[in-house]
């Protein structure tokens, strides 16, 4: 049996709504009254005489119109009532508010570290910016996600599936308070297609052509604004997705490069190989046909990015033995043949933002799970972006 829409705002009851049957969830209102006036309204008009002979059809249009809202305000029901804003909020609920939604805004917190050890007090700043466009739909969205005195990351959205993270570490070498690229991870307008890319581990480059088998980006609504009449809020959720949670089969043109020390290649192909009881003898340099454990890539908890390639059938050079600072494990050091396969496994590299605009005027963007240094909850109080 399909779901009841509620005849007044629009709303679609769900099985996990709570309250009696007969009345809307979402405004309050009962279904049946409603109906029963909207009913009457019509019975009113279809009573009206019809019009005069030679009359106009704007002056008709015109006399409906008329007659409409004299009937409903004749039953105790106002005319603005029956008009609704593009999204579904209720133009009523609208005009209530002391400011307007749509338009552009912005939210800083400024958060001290004491001492660190290595420098003077350090002074962190979180900038948020969120633009909502006239149908109550989220249309860009960006914060900082972290910001401690050794590392920082921004977070951003385009409607509708546009998403990028980009992190910068400090600069050692260039004084307090400098910073250089760490890494950049992006999610393109339009199908999946993910990049990521970090100066001492490589790039790796995911979309749709490149995904032979795994799960795939899945487009839902995101970040449209709806009215809850229980605390009287306009609110929205939007769940940034770079790289949703699961195992994909790659090409193999979809590694670019992987930097790394040599010890890797050899403990996860060659030494894994030995264990297992393989007779290895290498052949004008290489050992082949090995399946090679994870390389995990990781910036660490500051910016929950991370994910692990495993390689199979691949072959990997004698000098993946030595040990170096840095070398180009893919292509060099492990080489792909014609038989061999990319997989990479990943948890969800996401954020969630919830927007809060009150009727008692205060606007706040929450990014749920971060907090700031102490573990304050990172929540931005919006102003009017000037």
């Not at 002074?123 to 920082?152: N, Q, Y």
């Not at 390689?311 to 038989?339: C, N, W, Y």
């Amino acid at each position: 049996m399909p779901s009841r829409v509620c005849p007044k705002c629009g709303y679609q009851r769900k099985p996990a709504d709570s309250g009696p049957a007969y009345e809307c969830p979402h405004c309050g209102v009962i279904y049946e009254k409603h109906l029963a006036r909207i009913s009457q309204t019509v019975e009113l008009e279809a009573e009206r005489p019809p019009p005069a002979p030679g009359m106009s059809r704007k002056k008709r249009r015109g006399l409906a119109a008329a007659s409409l809202a004299a009937a409903a305000i004749a039953i105790g029901v106002g005319f603005v009532l029956f008009v609704q804003s593009a999204s579904g909020v209720p133009a009523k609920v609208v005009e209530s508010f002391p400011y307007k939604i749509p338009g552009s805004w912005t939210g800083r917190i400024e958060h001290v570290y004491a001492g660190s050890g290595l420098d003077a007090d350090y002074r962190a700043e979180f900038v948020a910016h969120l633009v909502v466009d006239k149908d109550f739909k989220v249309e860009s969205l960006s914060w900082t996600d972290a910001h401690t005195p050794f590392f920082r990351s921004e977070w951003s959205f385009t409607a509708p599936h546009g998403a990028e993270a980009a992190a910068e570490e400090r600069d050692g070498n260039a004084g307090p308070g400098a910073f250089r690229p760490l890494l950049q991870v992006k999610r393109e307008e339009g199908d999946f297609a993910f990049h990521y890319a970090e100066p001492s581990d490589g790039e790796v480059t995911v979309d749709d052509k490149d995904v032979i088998s795994g799960w795939r980006v899945e487009k839902k609504s995101n970040g449209v604004l709806e009215w809850d009449p229980k605390e009287e809020v306009i609110r929205g959720l939007v769940t940034v997705t770079l790289l949703p949670a699961g195992s994909y089969t790659l090409r193999k043109d979809g590694v670019k490069k992987i930097y790394a020390t040599g010890a890797w290649a050899w403990d996860g192909c060659v030494k894994k190989a030995q264990e297992a009881g393989g007779e290895l003898s290498p052949v004008a340099g290489y050992f082949e046909n090995l399946d090679c454990a994870s390389l995990s890539i990781s910036t660490g908890n500051e910016a929950g990015f991370g994910f692990s390639l495993f390689v199979t059938k691949a072959k990997v050079s004698e000098e993946a033995g030595f040990s170096r600072s840095r070398q180009t494990v893919l292509p060099d050091m492990i080489r792909l043949g014609p038989e061999s396969s990319v997989r990479v496994d990943a948890g969800a590299i996401q954020r969630r933002a919830a927007i809060l605009f009150y009727r008692d005027g205060r606007r706040l963007l929450k990014v749920l799970d971060r907090t700031l240094g102490d573990g304050t909850p990172l929540t931005f109080r919006l102003d009017e972006a000037r």
